[in-house]
């Protein structure tokens, strides 16, 4: 299905991503760790095409994705919709619009210009907000919503794309462990109901552990871990974020329980 081989991002000298190689057979939920700087954000950049490979490949279904140029790399990002720890809404659109935006790729620049969406495409987004229990709030700028809200927004525009990837670069960085737990139980009934991958760069080991399939832990560039939530130790951790003993994984929690068991100084990991 999604096959990365020796995928590399050179910066300078400085290879952001070094020599990269995941396979993913079906649609999965997949969590992607490591400390600040370890090349999760350069990676998923890079599977949309925001940015360039410098050498390597992926290929979805048989198709080098690394290769499309023009109309074939625009219905490719459309394919594969983003989201963002900033959320990157309009905030003084109202929040049925911003979920519209989610149509652009497909829409002639005409009708973009004087927002021209058709009534189906409306009710389509109407429909979305309202599985993801926002629906009451589609009239309001999207500046207007708690961050929380307005991620799930983010969630509906890139819905709104049918994608069969959905890219997630820290979704719930910028959130509290509450609203956390919305956005991430959204992002998984993305998978479980609509079938669609989800990539998401997590930086709790919690979340990754409760809501992926699978977990990849990167370093410096590289990968290091490739595996299933329980084999994700906490020494392997410590390894992952090269971290020493004192790594404390309540202090990277999500949970609002173990943040209140943490006693230990926190251990920035992202
Ligand atoms: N546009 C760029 N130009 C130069 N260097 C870059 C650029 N983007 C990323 N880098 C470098 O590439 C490396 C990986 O960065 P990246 O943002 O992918 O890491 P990350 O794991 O997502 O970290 P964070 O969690 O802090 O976002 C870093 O050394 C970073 O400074």
């Not at 983003?82 to 519209?100: A, G, H, K, T, W």
């Not at 794309?161 to 992002?187: G, H, T």
């Not at 609509?194 to 998401?200: H, K, L, Q, S, Y």
């Not at 930086?203 to 990849?216: E, G, I, K, P, S």
Request: proline content about 3%.
């Amino acid at each position: 299905m999604l096959k990365i081989d020796k995928l590399t991002k050179a910066f300078g000298a400085n290879k952001a991503v070094d020599s990269v190689s995941l396979d993913f057979d079906r649609p999965m939920m997949i969590g992607i760790i490591g400390a600040s700087g370890a090349g999760k954000s350069t990676l998923l950049r890079m599977l949309n095409r925001l940015e360039n490979a410098t050498s390597g490949s992926i290929t979805f279904d048989g198709r080098d994705v690394t290769a499309l140029h023009g109309a074939d790399k625009r219905r490719w990002q459309r394919d594969c919709a983003m989201i963002f720890q900033q959320f990157n809404l309009v905030p003084r659109m109202d929040v049925v619009s911003n979920v519209l935006h989610g149509t652009l790729n497909r829409r002639s620049t005409l009708a973009t210009m004087f927002n021209l969406y058709p009534s189906e495409d409306i009710h389509r987004a109407i429909d979305i907000l309202d599985r993801l229990g926002i629906a009451g709030h589609a009239a309001k700028r999207a500046e207007a919503l708690s961050g929380g809200q307005q991620q799930r927004v983010a969630i509906a525009r890139a819905i709104m794309q049918d994608p069969q990837i959905v890219l997630a670069d820290e979704p719930i960085a910028s959130l509290d462990p509450m609203n956390a737990q919305i956005v991430m139980d959204d992002l998984r009934r993305i998978h479980d109901e609509d079938g669609r991958m989800v990539i998401a760069n997590l930086h709790t080991l919690d979340t990754a552990r409760r809501y992926c399939d699978r977990v990849v832990g990167m370093r410096a560039g590289r990968v290091v871990f490739d595996g299933t939530p329980e084999q994700l130790t906490t020494g392997v951790a410590r390894d992952i974020y090269g971290a020493d003993a004192s790594f404390s994984e309540a202090a990277t929690s999500t949970s609002i329980d173990a943040l209140n068991a943490a006693t230990s100084t926190p251990v920035p990991v992202a």
